[in-house]
């Protein structure tokens, strides 16, 4: 009889041992994401705030391919906009290119859901696409193209003020690398943008969000992707060297990643080569301005 209280009374105790500690492992679970969801919020806020990216009745034309990085977009941008000091509308937009198998009713049901104004554009780019690219080569570089077209234009049929991309901090600096290696130019993609006709505003408001954190946010959040390879393309191989070059790096010495970022927006141009940015031609009649000055001021120091 002692034996089975006893018993009874250690399983009891037990179990609320192990209550307790899930209960405390549940809650230190919302407190990281807290903490995530809190720290992208603010990097979407100052980036924002940093790059004049949204104004007093913009129309905010949010791109969503059904990917990690647009969902997080749309996410954090709602609810800015619930707090904002300016009033700006967002409007999701998702282009279906026609890739055999795209899952065409996942993005309406999941905005549905969230009340948020949508359009689906159709445009087959894919049948394009397949018939202009060379059997064997990439076709990215086309289908790219013709996605921004399609949603740039798409964007002025609706009179969006400024069209959001998903692009954060590892895709700026994965393209400067690429831009080169490949290209012969220091260029990335720039978080705020004027398209080549001056139609268009292209924001980045990700633009200094880590890709480790958006994938957890979206593994979190639930966000019902839409895998990206439904082409049946290859992934951009010298894009993919470049990120595992990025990542390895990441992790043998930590903090890099933030630096090369912190370089991209502290750029020094007379200590380049470019004689378009910088008049290194001029810089003896600089110096002689300079010296003409420094003289005049030891003058008047002698005066005194
Ligand atoms: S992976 Fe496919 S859908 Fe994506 S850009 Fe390349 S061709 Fe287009």
Avoid at 95 to 112: A, C, M, N, R, T
Avoid at 147 to 166: D, N, P
Avoid at 213 to 225: A, G
Avoid at 247 to 270: C, D, H, I, Q
Wanted: overall charge negative; aromatic content about 8%; some cysteine.
């Amino acid at each position: 009889m002692t034996d089975t209280a006893v018993t009874t009374s250690s399983s009891v105790s037990d179990a609320s041992a192990s209550n307790v500690a899930s209960a405390a492992a549940a809650a230190d679970d919302k407190r990281a994401f807290n903490k995530l969801q809190k720290r992208l919020r603010r990097q979407v806020g100052n980036a924002v705030i940093d790059y004049g990216m949204i104004e007093e009745g913009d129309k905010v034309m949010v791109c969503l391919s059904g990917g990690k990085d647009s969902y997080t977009m749309l996410e954090i941008l709602r609810s800015l906009q619930r707090n904002a000091p300016v009033n700006f509308s967002l409007v999701a937009v998702n282009l279906d290119q026609k890739q055999p198998g795209f899952p065409e009713h996942v993005l309406p049901e999941y905005l549905d859901k969230l009340g948020v104004d949508y359009h689906i554009l159709e445009r087959d780019t894919y049948s394009v696409v397949k018939e202009k690219t060379p059997e064997g080569k990439t076709t990215c570089a086309l289908c790219s193209r013709l996605r921004r077209g399609s949603l740039y234009g798409f964007a002025e049929e609706i009179g969006a003020t400024k069209v959001a991309l998903g692009h954060h901090r590892e895709d700026i600096l994965e393209t400067l690398f690429l831009n080169m290696f490949f290209g012969g130019s220091l260029k990335s993609m720039p978080p705020k943008l004027l398209s080549d006709d001056a139609k268009n505003i292209v924001i980045r408001p990700l633009a200094y969000c880590r890709e480790a954190d958006i994938e957890e946010f979206s593994q979190r959040m639930e966000f019902p992707i839409i895998p990206c390879n439904l082409c049946g393309s290859q992934p951009n191989m010298q894009r993919q060297v470049v990120k595992e070059m990025l990542a390895e790096w990441e992790v043998k010495y930590p903090g890099r990643l933030e630096s090369m970022f912190k370089a991209v927006t502290n750029v020094a141009p007379s200590q380049l080569a470019d004689r378009d940015l910088f008049d290194f031609k001029g810089l003896e009649a600089e110096q002689a301005k300079r010296r003409e000055n420094r003289i005049d001021a030891f003058d008047l120091g002698r005066e005194a």
